[in-house]
């Protein structure tokens, strides 16, 4: 099997205005970009989020992952701050807020 390794330029990536992954409810996007190269089995979104947002996740989501890069985010009495992650198992629904907005990094897989 070949092994595939592809690099991304955020900057060349152009700027949503709405949240592009299937299954994910955001409010207060202020924008984000969405990489899923063809034949790969992951996808990457980077969001720029307004301070109040909210990222609803429906029960019909893979494993997924959430890096802060600035601000926080708030999963029901736990904070996870600038430099944390926030991990959602399979099929779990989750509502997840962002009280001071910021910037995450949002990945998982393609199919559940």
């Given at each position: 099997?070949?092994?595939?390794?592809?690099?991304?330029?955020?900057?060349?990536?152009?700027?949503?205005?709405?949240?592009?992954?299937?299954?994910?409810?955001?409010?207060?996007?202020?924008?984000?970009?969405?990489?899923?190269?063809?034949?790969?089995?992951?996808?990457?979104?980077?969001?720029?989020?307004?301070p109040g947002a909210e990222i609803t996740l429906d029960a019909?989501?893979?494993?997924?992952?959430?890096?802060?890069?600035?601000?926080?985010l708030v999963v029901g009495s736990q904070v996870c701050p600038?430099?944390?992650?926030?991990?959602?198992?399979?099929?779990?629904?989750?509502?997840?807020?962002?009280?001071?907005?910021?910037?995450?990094?949002?990945?998982?897989?393609?199919?559940?």
């Amino acid at each position: 099997m070949r092994q595939k390794l592809m690099t991304i330029s955020h900057q060349e990536l152009p700027v949503l205005d709405e949240y592009p992954v299937p299954g994910c409810r955001v409010t207060g996007l202020r924008g984000a970009t969405f990489a899923q190269p063809e034949d790969y089995a992951l996808w990457l979104c980077v969001a720029d989020l307004e301070p109040g947002a909210e990222i609803t996740l429906d029960a019909g989501h893979g494993d997924q992952g959430f890096y802060v890069e600035e601000g926080e985010l708030v999963v029901g009495s736990q904070v996870c701050p600038t430099g944390g992650a926030v991990l959602v198992e399979s099929g779990v629904p989750a509502t997840i807020q962002a009280p001071k907005g910021g910037r995450i990094y949002h990945n998982g897989p393609l199919d559940p």
